[in-house]
C-alpha cells in the first residue's frame, strides 16, 4: 500500500504516526552504484550512495545550514513547505506542467529564488526530462503535474525510470482530501495507478509529514537500487498553513535494513582465485558500473580481462579501449557475443540478464562459470543462475578486488593474451560495417562523422529504434553518463526531451539527439521549450520516413509485408512528408535537411558551429537494417551478419 498520512488541523491537532507503505521490488531495472556527477555539478550538494553507511539512521539532512525565507514559528501553505523541502534536498531545477490541482505548488515555486522550473510542453516531456537530468548528472530528476490526466501522462516516465534504475521524483497534485474516491474532475488514484511502476509511492493525508516524506522520496529513489517515487499531495494540503517541524527522522526502517552492506572480502577472494583459473574470462558490465568507471578500468589494467558492455552499460568502460568488445546482445558485435559464447568465467557486473542480453538463456555462455554482482538481491538468479553471487554495490566490490589483486601482486601472473588474441581475430572478420548505394547517406555513416566532429566528447540522447542502435554500435562513448537511452521500456519520444534534461544539468555539454522520425514526432512540441529555455540542443535526425526497427523485423520475419510501419503521406511517397523543418520554422529554430553523402559532414559541422538550438533533418534510406542481429530468443549459433530490407527473406 502507499504510505499514508493521517489528517489532521495544521496547527492544533497531535496526529497518530504514518503507516509505512510497501516498496514495489524493482525486478525488471539493471542496477546503479553510487552516483557521482558527469561532469560535476557544484550547486548540488545532495551525496548520493547505492549502500547504507556505517551507522546511518536518517536521510542527509542541511537543515542546519539551510536558511528559510519564513521565520522559524512562522505558519505557511503546505505548496510553501513542499518547495522548502525540495530546496533543501538541493533542488535547483525541476520540470512542471501545471494544473488546477498543482497551481499552489506553481504559485510556491514563483516565490523560490533557488528552484528553476524548465516548462515542459507536455507531462510526458517533463518525467523524461527529469529522467535525462538524472541520467546525465546522477543526480535525482524531479518533475511535478496535475491531477488526472497530468498524473497519468507521466506513467510511461516513471515505468522507464523503473526499468532503468534512475532516480527520479514525481510530484503531483491530487484533488482535495474530501473529494478523493467521489470521481471528482480530474481524480485519478495515481498511486495505484503506479504502484507496480514505482520503487515506492505516498499519497500525503497531513500537511506535518510533507517535511518527513519528501526526505524518505529523495533517500529512497537515490539509495540501494535507483528508482521512481510518486508524492500525491491533495490540493487543500497543499493550502493548508502548518509551522514545519525540519527535524523529523525517517521511518524506513525495514528498508534500511534490507540495503546490502559491504562484500564479504572472502567472497571477493574466491572470484579472484576464480579469475585466476580461467583461460577465456569475460566482463559483462551493465548500469550498475556506471558509478564505479574507475574502478572497473582499475580491475580490466589489473587483469587483462575483455569488456563487453550492455546497452545500459555504455560509456562505463572506454569504446575504443583495445579491450573493449563494445555492446553485446541483440545487436551487440559479433566478437562481443562469440566471447560470451566462448568464454569459461562470465564476470557479470551491474545487470540483469536482460532477453535482449541473452537471447535463448539456457545457450547463453553456456561453458562458462558465472559470478553475478548486484546490489538488487531480486535480480541475482531471476533469470541464470550464478554459481557466485555477491550481493553489493558494485563500486565497493570492484574496489575489495582491485585491493585483493593488488596484494597478489604478479604472484597471480594472469595472462588472457592468446585469449584477448582469439578476440582480436573474430573483429577483423566481423567488424561493424554498412555498404553505401550511390549519393545515399547510409545512417550509420552520419552517426561516424558525428563521432568524429566532435571526439567523442558530447551526451548523446535517442528515441527508440534503429537510429538508438546504430547510436549504441557507432559512437564511441568514453565516460559514463554521456549516453542517455529509454532501455528496458523502450519508450519512443524519449530523445528530446532527455536532451532537455542533459543539457539543463549539463550547460556547458555538448548534447545531441540522434532521433529517428517516429521517435521525434511523439514528442515534437519539446522543441518550443527547447527554443525558449534557449538550450543548445542539436537534433540529427536520421529520417527515413518509416518505423525503422519494424520495418526491419518486417523484412527479415513477414516477407516484408508493411503493416502500417509508413509515416510518410501514401498519396505523394515521393515528398519528405512532415517537412519536419517547418516544425523547427514555428519555434524558431534553425534547421537544415540533406540528402546527399557528399554534403554530410559541412551540414553536420555547421549544426555544431551554430549557437543555440538546431535541427538537421538527415534523410536516409529505410532499407537499411541493423547488423549484426541474434533474432528473438535465439543463440550466437543464428546471428545474421549480411543483408537489408533490398532482399527477400
Not at 153 to 167: E, R
Amino acid at each position: 500500500m502507499a504510505a499514508i498520512a493521517p489528517p489532521s488541523s495544521s496547527l492544533s491537532k497531535s496526529k497518530p504516526s504514518a503507516f509505512p507503505s510497501s516498496s514495489s521490488s524493482s525486478t525488471n531495472a539493471i542496477s546503479r552504484c553510487t552516483f557521482r556527477p558527469f561532469p560535476p555539478i557544484t550547486h548540488r550538494p545532495l551525496h548520493i550512495s547505492s549502500s547504507l553507511p556505517p551507522k546511518a539512521a536518517t536521510a542527509p539532512s542541511d537543515s542546519q545550514s539551510f536558511t528559510s525565507r519564513f521565520a522559524p514559528d512562522e505558519p505557511r501553505k503546505g505548496s510553501d513547505v513542499l518547495v522548502e523541502a525540495l530546496e533543501r534536498q538541493g533542488v535547483t531545477d525541476v520540470f512542471a506542467y501545471p494544473g488546477g490541482a498543482s497551481l499552489e505548488i506553481h504559485q510556491a515555486l514563483t516565490r523560490s529564488s533557488t528552484i528553476r522550473n524548465v516548462l515542459p510542453r507536455h507531462e510526458q516531456g517533463g518525467i523524461f526530462a527529469a529522467e535525462g537530468y538524472a541520467r546525465a548528472s546522477g543526480l535525482p530528476g524531479v518533475c511535478i503535474a496535475t491531477s488526472g490526466p497530468g498524473a497519468t501522462n507521466l506513467v510511461s516516465g516513471l515505468a522507464d525510470a523503473l526499468l532503468d534504475s534512475v532516480p527520479v521524483v514525481a510530484i503531483t497534485g491530487q484533488v482535495p482530501r474530501r473529494m478523493i474516491g467521489t470521481d471528482a474532475f480530474q481524480e485519478t488514484p495515481i498511486v495505484e495507478v503506479t504502484r507496480s511502476i514505482t520503487k515506492h509511492n505516498y499519497l500525503v493525508l497531513d500537511v506535518e509529514e510533507i517535511p518527513r516524506i519528501v526526505s524518505e522520496a529523495f533517500f529512497l529513489a537515490t539509495s540501494g537500487r535507483p528508482g521512481p517515487v510518486l508524492i500525491d499531495i491533495p490540493k487543500d494540503i497543499q493550502q493548508q498553513l502548518v509551522v514545519p517541524d525540519w527535524n523529523q527522522p525517517i521511518r524506513l526502517a525495514g528498508y534500511m535494513s534490507r540495503l546490502p552492506k559491504p562484500p564479504n572480502e572472502a567472497h571477493l577472494e574466491q572470484i579472484v582465485r576464480l579469475v585466476s583459473e580461467s583461460k577465456k574470462p569475460v566482463l559483462y558490465v551493465g548500469g550498475g558500473c556506471l558509478n564505479s568507471s574507475e574502478e572497473l578500468r582499475r580491475f580490466v589494467e589489473l587483469t587483462g580481462i575483455p569488456v563487453a558492455t550492455t546497452l545500459m552499460g555504455l560509456g562505463a568502460y572506454p569504446s575504443s579501449d583495445e579491450l573493449s568488445l563494445q555492446m553485446l546482445g541483440m545487436h551487440g558485435t559479433v566478437h562481443a557475443n562469440y566471447a560470451v559464447d566462448k568464454s569459461d568465467l562470465l564476470l557479470a557486473f551491474g545487470v540483469r540478464f536482460d532477453d535482449r542480453v541473452t537471447g535463448k538463456l539456457e545457450a547463453f555462455a553456456s561453458r562458462a562459470k558465472i559470478v553475478h554482482i548486484d546490489i538488487d538481491s531480486a535480480e541475482i538468479g531471476k533469470n541464470k543462475q550464478p554459481h557466485v553471487s555477491v550481493c553489493a554495490d558494485v563500486r565497493l566490490a570492484l574496489g575489495g578486488m582491485n585491493r585483493v589483486l593488488e596484494g597478489k601482486g604478479c604472484n597471480l601472473k594472469l595472462d588472457f593474451s592468446a585469449w584477448t588474441e582469439e578476440l582480436k581475430e573474430q573483429k577483423i572478420s566481423y567488424p561493424l560495417n554498412y555498404k553505401t548505394f550511390g549519393d545515399a547517406i547510409p545512417p550509420q555513416c552520419a552517426i561516424q562523422v558525428l563521432d568524429e566532429l566532435t571526439d567523442g566528447n558530447a551526451i548523446i540522447s535517442t528515441g527508440v529504434g534503429q537510429h538508438q542502435m546504430w547510436a549504441a554500435q557507432f559512437y564511441k562513448y568514453k565516460r559514463p553518463r554521456q549516453w542517455l537511452t529509454s532501455g528496458g521500456l523502450g519508450a519512443m519520444g524519449f530523445g528530446l526531451p532527455a536532451a532537455i534534461g542533459a543539457a539543463v544539468a549539463n550547460p556547458d555539454a555538448i548534447v545531441v539527439d540522434i532521433d529517428g522520425d517516429g521517435s521525434f514526432m511523439m514528442n515534437v512540441q519539446e522543441l518550443a521549450t527547447i527554443r525558449v529555455e534557449n538550450l543548445p540542443i542539436k537534433i540529427m535526425l536520421l529520417n527515413n520516413q518509416h518505423l525503422g526497427m519494424v520495418v526491419q523485423w518486417e523484412d527479415r520475419f513477414y516477407k516484408a509485408n508493411r503493416a502500417h510501419t509508413y509515416l510518410g503521406n501514401p498519396l505523394n511517397e515521393s515528398e519528405i512528408f512532415p517537412n519536419m523543418l517547418k516544425f523547427a520554422e514555428a519555434c524558431g529554430i534553425p534547421a537544415a535537411r540533406v540528402t546527399k553523402k557528399e554534403h554530410l559532414k559541412e551540414a553536420i559541422q555547421k549544426m555544431l558551429d551554430t549557437p543555440g538550438p538546431y535541427l538537421l533533418d538527415v534523410i536516409v534510406p529505410h532499407q537499411e537494417h541493423v547488423l549484426p542481429m541474434i533474432p528473438s530468443g535465439g543463440a550466437f549459433k543464428d546471428v545474421i551478419t549480411e543483408g537489408d530490407g533490398r532482399s527477400s527473406y
